[in-house]
């Protein structure tokens, strides 16, 4: 399948995303068992296309088209879930002041971006607490890489507690399980994608934490006092943490069939097990729907225009 189209997706509200070169599609189980579809078609902008072509640029690129893009589907499904079909107006609620001037999408880059600031912030001042016993850059930097890992795996361990969270990460897990079918060149039904692993080398999870170990190294060629420069220096920085990361993820992907280099992965897949669950057939089946629908609609654009879309 080394051939093959690459695909990727993101785990919805009771269903999942996936994308391919220029149509993203959402499935999802409405409240009646029925599975609703929405539809978009990435647009292609000729300038982005050049900086994907760019090594440690096209990571960042990429990372804010798919939190956008992520953010429409997201909506979709929150918006309908857990709505009864044909009453999807009048349960609608209106969207925020915010979302209403500025546009899903964008309100999905800022969100990313303010939650990559706080988590790249927030550690420095706990760790400039300890500055009393732990001084010295070495120290605080490795120190202030530690509480961004537990703050990372704190985070995902509580928020998997939840219901709701916790069908996101089994619909994560479907996901992965319908890649890993395609990539195997295997028929893609419920029983060969619940026989496949629930992680993957290409998950974003994986590439979270990359940022967490490419930071720590990066931090130790900048000044890390003041405290002010310090925090400058981690702002300047996140595109650059963010461009290495996402090269690093490709690279482990690439590596991944290699015996003596698969292993460069495994931190990856070992907090995919925090963030994936494995799912039922149910969910599996909603997965199933959607990567077939993506791949109709590849070969027959016309399609799209049945599904809902914008």
Same mark, same amino acid.
């Given at each position: 399948?080394?051939? =093959?189209?690459?695909?990727?997706? @993101?785990? /919805?509200?009771?269903?999942?995303m ?43 690129v ?25 009453e999807?107006?009048? /349960? ?6 915010? @979302? ?7 309100v ?6 303010f ?24 120290? @605080? ?28 990460? @089994? ?34 999870s =994986? ?13 130790f ?61 149910? /969910? ?27």
């Amino acid at each position: 399948m080394s051939n =093959s189209p690459v695909y990727g997706g @993101q785990a /919805q509200l009771e269903g999942v995303m996936f994308g391919g070169k220029e149509h993203t599609v959402t499935a999802i189980r409405r409240n009646d068992d029925s599975i609703d579809y929405y539809h978009y078609k990435k647009v292609q902008k000729p300038i982005l296309q050049k900086l994907k072509k760019i090594p440690f640029v096209r990571g960042v690129v990429a990372l804010v088209e798919s939190a956008g893009l992520g953010s429409r589907h997201m909506q979709f499904s929150g918006d309908r879930y857990d709505v009864t079909p044909g009453e999807e107006e009048d /349960q609608k609620e209106e969207g925020s002041k915010l @979302q209403m001037i500025l546009g899903v999408a964008v309100v999905g880059v800022l969100s990313f971006l303010f939650g990559k600031f706080a988590f790249t912030l927030v550690p420095v001042f706990m760790a400039n607490l300890f500055s009393p016993w732990i001084e010295g850059k070495v120290g @605080q930097i490795l120190l202030e890489s530690s509480f961004k890992l537990v703050l990372l795996l704190t985070y995902l361990y509580f928020i998997s507690l939840t219901p709701l969270i916790k069908r996101v990460f @089994q619909y994560h897990g479907a996901e992965h399980k319908v890649i890993n079918c395609y990539e195997a060149g295997m028929d893609i039904t419920v029983q060969n994608v619940q026989a496949q692993s629930r992680l993957h080398y290409r998950c974003g999870s =994986s590439f979270i934490l990359f940022t967490v170990f490419v930071g720590m190294f990066l931090y130790f060629f900048v000044p890390a006092e003041p405290l002010w420069l310090r925090l400058v220096d981690r702002i300047l920085l996140i595109p650059v943490v963010l461009g290495i990361s996402f090269e690093v993820l490709q690279a482990t992907n690439a590596c991944r069939n290699i015996p003596v280099l698969r292993f460069l992965g495994y931190p990856g897949l070992w907090l995919q097990l925090l963030t994936t669950r494995e799912p039922n057939d149910e /969910q599996v089946e909603v997965a199933i729907a959607s990567f077939n629908m993506l791949l109709q609609v590849e070969e027959q654009p016309e399609i799209a225009a049945t599904l809902n879309h914008d």
